[in-house]
């Protein structure tokens, strides 16, 4: 068990580009999520899947962003057109089963857009 | 709309003291967690809990849910350098069925002094 997995850990992009980051969640875990942490809050819920069915989105989750589980395993989160708003951490995390159970989060990935 | 309020968001203690960090979240919620973020680093989960009254305790940290207050405590008792961090509480929202996501806390910086 390598806990959850995020690539890149950093990216440094200019503004108007598109960028993809990719999530491995803990093996078997069938729940994942994707947050969004800027400097000094706390993480931004942006969208929840349960296997491969997308079950939630956030309004912060504008047209832009694209969110995918095609087999229930990992995950890509993709910003098309980044503006400077877009420069922040943007974690994943995942857990199995009921809701009580723990949610585990990956080292995230920093963005940064110039 | 859930909000999760904690207090302080920052705390300057010297080695050895006592001190609380309180958390309140203005819809019913009986699911709610808590995390230790260190500076660009990932989420760390310290405690789930998941029913009214209930404590946990690890080291020198207990957190406490009250959910008719809608209320949890984290209890640093003899506090040590090492435990210097952002604290977040984070309450589960919409965990009925198969959905659930954490809304967090702005966090509570803690600096522990000699």
């Known amino acids: 068990d390598t806990g959850v997995s995020q690539d890149p850990r950093h990216k440094i992009t200019k503004r108007g580009q598109n960028v993809t980051f990719r999530c491995d969640p803990i093996?078997?875990?069938?729940?994942l999520y994707w947050y969004r942490q800027t400097l000094g809050q706390g993480p931004e819920f942006l969208t929840y899947?349960?296997?491969?069915?997308?079950?939630?989105k956030s309004r912060l989750l504008s047209d832009r962003f694209s969110a995918e589980r095609p087999k229930g395993s990992f995950s890509t989160l993709e910003i098309q057109r980044t503006e400077q708003g877009d420069s922040a951490m943007y974690l994943c995390?995942?857990?199995?089963?009921?809701?009580?159970?723990?949610?585990?989060f990956g080292e995230g990935s920093w963005l940064t857009v110039v | 709309e859930l909000k999760v309020e904690q207090n302080p968001l920052f705390l300057s203690m010297q080695e050895g003291k006592n001190y609380t960090i309180y958390c309140n979240y203005s819809?019913?919620?009986?699911?709610l967690y808590w995390y230790r973020q260190d500076p660009g680093k990932s989420l760390e989960s310290l405690f789930v809990?998941?029913?009214?009254?209930a404590v946990k305790q690890e080291g020198r940290l207990m957190a406490s849910l009250d959910t008719k207050a809608r209320l949890s405590t984290l209890h640093i008792t003899a506090a040590v350098h090492d435990l210097s961090a952002t604290y977040f509480c984070?309450?589960?929202?919409?965990?009925?069925?198969?959905?659930?996501?954490?809304?967090f806390g702005k966090g509570t910086k803690l600096s522990v002094k000699p």
């Open positions: 995390a995942s857990s199995f089963g009921g809701s009580g159970n723990t949610i585990y």
């Open positions: 819809t019913t919620s009986d699911r």
């Open positions: 984070a309450v589960l929202t919409n965990y009925g069925g198969s959905q659930g996501n954490l809304i």
């Open positions: 899947f349960q296997n491969e069915a997308q079950l939630e």
């Open positions: 093996s078997e875990h069938n729940r």
């Open positions: 809990l998941l029913s009214n009254g």
